[in-house]
């Protein structure tokens, strides 16, 4: 088989791949570029068949797993106060752009409100955008989008 059909069989198959992200179409086509190296080089189809056999083979049943297993890993879990941003807080005195006080996850944090010019008042519920250092830049949760 010509070693041109060999790259448009594996142009088809990764575009399969594209429509479906099941990692089977995509190993696929790549048994069918290295098929087309060997047929590109001259050796007959029955050392291609060889070729796209073991090649799809070792993809499939050593490649696949691995990948499935590393797309399927839980995301990195943020620790220490990365953890708290994205939280919610209750103001304890009222938050400025220099100054304020939270509550924040049973605990007492210094805050800045992450618009300058607002003014936060004491009792509103406020959203943790980013810590810096000990202090929380907050912003109020009822003008959030």
Known sequence: MPW???????AALGAAEFF????????????????AVVA????????QLVA??????A????????????????????????ALIGKRAEVLQEVTATRGLVKLSGEDWSARSLDESQVIPVGA????????G???????????P
């Open 4 to 10: 041109f059909l060999w790259l448009l069989a594996a």
């Open 20 to 35: 479906t992200l099941t990692l089977v179409f995509g190993l696929l086509a790549g048994a069918a570029l290295v098929t």
């Open 40 to 47: 590109g080089v001259g050796i007959g189809i029955l050392g």
């Open 52 to 57: 796209l056999g073991v090649t799809a083979a």
């Open 59 to 82: 993809g499939l049943l050593v490649v696949r797993p691995v990948a499935l297993r590393h797309m399927t890993q839980s995301p990195v879990t943020r620790e220490g106060s990365d």
């Open 125 to 132: 519920l406020v959203d943790v955008m980013e810590i810096e």
């Open 134 to 144: 000990a202090t929380a830049i907050v912003y109020p949760h009822e003008l959030l």
